[in-house]
């Protein structure tokens, strides 16, 4: 019986990191980091944050820690829901995670400082 063994080599030259930051709004950002190999996207966090009380607060995140694609609703009590993405493809999750920030930033800031004031 023959084995056969794909061993991929990958040199630090080839792997990109980007790191950007989006103002919605004078209180209100989205952190976007992605390490990549050509068009192949190998991890990624994308975050929205408010500021409240002149700290920056982070509210909902979509990334790739621990393995696989999801997203964290981030309370103000510091309890995280962690839900797992509709897709696993680390390209379209982190497409559909710029998608729905960007059309829905709006009510997930309001849900957030309705819990601040409700504490």
Not at 19 to 45: G, M, P
Not at 54 to 74: C, E, L, M, S
């Amino acid at each position: 019986m023959i084995k056969s063994f794909i061993f991929y080599i990958i040199t630090f030259m080839e792997i990109r990191e980007e790191q950007f930051v989006f103002l919605y709004s004078d209180k209100t950002r989205v952190r976007h980091f992605h390490k990549r190999i050509k068009n192949r996207i190998l991890e990624f966090v994308v975050q929205l944050e408010i500021l409240v009380k002149n700290k920056w607060q982070p509210v909902i995140r979509y990334d790739t820690r621990h393995g696989f694609a999801h997203k964290d609703i981030i309370h103000p009590s510091g309890k995280t829901e962690k839900i797992p993405l509709p897709v696993q493809d680390f390209n379209d999750a982190m497409t559909l995670a710029e998608e729905e920030l960007h059309a829905e930033w709006e009510i997930f800031r309001t849900v957030f400082l309705k819990e601040v004031r409700d504490e």
